[in-house]
């Protein structure tokens, strides 16, 4: 069973930037899309980003060009740069790795998630 582990959540006010990473326990080269949702306080989980193995990368339209999702397959882990952070930008993020099984079904794999807080 493939882990995946968030970290580098945190408090940080608005204006401000971070970057949260996931980890994976396996190589992710074989992964086709890993990406990323949130889940703000009370409300359902929502789209972030994704990128496919060949680099490709999708985002959620609230972003506005303001983070970038890119993956060190040398390091098995994705990484989430987010800029000019908004206080609407709080909740749990979330990252997931999915594969084709021998089954040729798709498989998605999901982290524990890891908090961000943006202050006002």
């Known amino acids: 069973q493939v882990q995946l582990v968030e970290s580098g959540g945190g408090l940080v006010q608005a204006g401000g930037s971070l970057i949260v990473s996931c980890v994976a326990s396996?190589?992710?080269?074989?992964?086709?899309?890993m990406g990323w949702y949130r889940q703000p306080p009370g409300k359902q989980r929502e789209f972030v980003a994704a990128?496919?193995?060949?680099?490709?990368?999708t985002y959620g339209t609230f972003m506005r060009g303001r983070f970038a999702v890119s993956r060190d397959n040398a390091k098995n882990t994705m990484y989430l740069q987010m800029n000019s952070l908004e206080p609407g930008d709080t909740g749990d993020y979330y990252c997931h790795a999915d594969e084709i099984l021998r089954t040729g079904r798709p498989y998605r794999h999901w982290g524990q998630g890891t908090q961000v807080t943006v202050s006002s």
């Open positions: 990128i496919r193995s060949g680099g490709a990368a």
């Open positions: 396996e190589s992710i080269s074989s992964f086709v899309e």
